[in-house]
DNA sequence: ACTTTTATAGTCACACTGACTTTTAAGGGG
DNA sequence: CCCCTTAAAAGTCAGTGTGACTATAAAAGT
């Protein structure tokens, strides 16, 4: 039905969600906020909101995600956006017709984010503490962490959860920590080390103090974007 | 903004766009419609149409494909359907936003489809050949080519390219047409038949007569859904 | 001094892969 | 009817990546 009479097709608003993770403390945490408004007022929400007349639906979530977090336009500007897929369940929102298109992003471990726009608050919640939410997003939230656990698989992602520089043991706490099994650590420095591009050793002596063991060698995220062969997980390991 | 006023946020116009292949003599084919209606009367774009008030995207994309190619039912309601992406440009259509929530599947070979609904006709066209489509149509084109090629890889979705009884020289070459590379006979099989699942083999003698050389064992898709190990396609070796 | 913790180095058997050869069974042409 | 072509099916072999494991090194805590 592409009749393009201006009164001919139904109105949908549409808006954008966020699932934004960081490991801190070696867990997994998700960016959440609180409703400042009704429907769900005072519960617990993913960041998002609604597209602007004139915006695609990426600038709209990278407003979205300032506006309501206060996050720095340092940290929102370069942050790495992927769409994750469109909920357009009728019955999703209570009120009207909500089409929404998820996004997810990766950061590293960030100081506590604040309120604003329409989010009462805003903070880092452990992703298994975090049902349940607002609407639909426990739905999205687990799909977003089943796409990011898949990416870690073929993709050089997990650098985006760390610093500048770090440690591989850094790194293998971030596959740890997303995908919930132990690694072994021999081998999961051979692989990361046998793909080219992946990391890249940094000069600066090893490992800031505070630490316990032998200090480990710094490392920067490499110009690679793709993990040739695979780092799979495995089957049925849990930690 | 989450706000709910119903008159506080900006209307849009939701599509859904499916990008339906099928392979038909050794060759990748897209399932095309001849527009009807400005914008783009008379040109050639993938099938798709509004979002209906009480339908979610993926409804509204099997009744689209129904009305416009005349696919029997059958097909359709069967028919696996996967979310690509959403796609909203402020620019993509000439005449007001419009948000369009695209899908890709996958066809056996099968007759040629009609037009219907805003679709002056239909047909099945070699996918190098369907550039250049109407608004934004070759981008998502490209990006549901790249998707199932991706797919291929780690999934067991070759089958569905298939009929319900099939060689495995068919299933190599659903792999060689989407991929555009040559597989070496031999270690194909050896891999398909090592999956667990994959594909089963059926009684009936083998093959249907009229082709040349040695006749080969027919298979059916088995259970799986997933690939392990997957199978990898080459990097740089064209057909 | 000794234990704990973590990084780093190295070993080994096994599975999978790509490249290749050989054999079998059909059709087509002279 | 023989031979050639085509494709399936079966097998070989060397190289590579992997999981499981052991050993050594260098820090912090007790």
Redesign the pocket.
């Known amino acids: 039905m592409q009749g393009y009479d201006p009164s001919a097709f139904p109105p949908f608003a549409v808006t954008v969600d966020l699932a934004v993770f960081t490991v801190r403390a070696m867990r997994l945490h998700v960016l959440l906020v609180e409703r400042g408004q009704d429907p769900h007022r005072g519960r617990w929400a993913l960041p998002g909101g609604f597209l602007l007349p004139h915006e695609a639906a990426e600038q709209a979530a990278r407003r979205e995600l300032a506006e309501e977090t206060g996050l720095s336009c340092d940290t929102t500007e370069g942050l790495h956006l992927e769409q994750l897929r469109t909920y357009s369940d009728p019955d999703r929102d209570p009120r009207m017709r909500v089409v929404s298109v998820a996004f997810t992003a990766l950061l590293p471990d960030l100081p506590e984010p604040r309120g604003g726009g329409d989010a009462a608050r805003a903070r880092w919640t452990p992703r298994d503490e975090a049902s349940p939410l607002a609407f639909d997003h426990d739905r999205i939230l687990a799909d977003a962490h089943e796409r990011i656990g898949a990416k870690l698989e073929y993709t050089c992602l997990a650098t985006a959860f760390c610093p500048a520089a770090f ?4 790194l ?1 706490q971030v596959y740890e920590t997303v995908w919930g099994v132990a690694l ?4 999961f ?3 990361v ?2 793909t080219p591009g992946f990391v890249e050793p940094v000069a600066g002596g ?2 800031r ?9 710094l490392y920067t995220a490499g110009p690679a974007r793709s993990l040739h ?4 997980r ?1 089957e049925g ?1 849990p930690r």
């Open positions: 440690t591989l043991g850094e293998r072994d650590r021999p081998n420095r051979r692989k080390l046998a090893p490992r103090t505070g630490a316990r063991g032998k200090p480990a060698a062969p695979p780092l799979l495995p390991r």
